[in-house]
């Protein structure tokens, strides 16, 4: 953990590729790890998970020449779970900090949920080396017949090049520790 001098813009930043490793375990068997390496950084009252993404073959289609609509969910669940992880680790987002690691691993898959989301393609995205930056711009207790945690979060995918695919995903915590 990196902590910078600029205070506000970044609080801490993280790159662990023990974490990454453990984060991508869902995704070995399937061999799709698009997620090569990430940062996450407080900024203000946002949390950002920066990563560097990439793939040689797509995981479900022959060769289509470029990123799509099926990759880019995957890489935002990547990019999302790594967030999530590192922000549980470090408590980075005051409504989780009643979470342990194990409470995150326990419930990567099963408990966190896509509710909503929108994409938009804006340029095609050259598949074999692409950055992705992901906000968590806001956080809501929803009490309801179960409990829930509510992310609102932006994605923006981008090359080196012209390529560049947005979305807006609100990402639902359901069975939450008895602790949260």
């Known amino acids: 953990m990196t902590q910078t001098s600029q205070p506000g813009l970044a609080e801490y930043l993280h790159d662990d590729a023990v974490l990454l490793n453990r984060t991508m375990t869902p995704y070995v068997g399937k061999d799709t790890i698009y997620l090569k390496s990430a940062i996450v950084a407080r900024r203000g009252a946002a949390i950002v998970g920066d990563g560097e993404l990439g793939f040689e073959q ?50 990567q898959l099963p408990s966190v949920l896509i509710s909503k989301m929108a994409t ?3 340029q095609p995205i050259n598949a074999r080396a692409y950055h992705g930056r992901l906000s968590i711009t806001d956080i809501e207790f929803r009490r309801r017949t179960r409990p ?12 080196d090049g012209i390529g560049s695919a947005l979305g807006e995903f609100e990402i639902v ?6 602790n949260s």
Do not use: K
């Open 58 to 107: 797509s995981c479900y289609i022959e060769e289509t020449g470029h990123f799509n609509a099926v990759e880019f969910i995957i890489s935002y669940n990547q990019l999302f779970y790594y967030t999530l992880a590192a922000s549980v680790r470090d408590q980075l987002i005051p409504e989780l900090t009643g979470w342990t690691m194990d409470d995150y691993w326990q419930r």
């Open 148 to 159: 829930l945690l509510a992310l609102q979060t932006t994605i923006e995918f981008t090359d």
């Open 120 to 122: 938009r393609f804006r």
């Open 173 to 178: 915590l359901v069975d939450l520790p008895t």
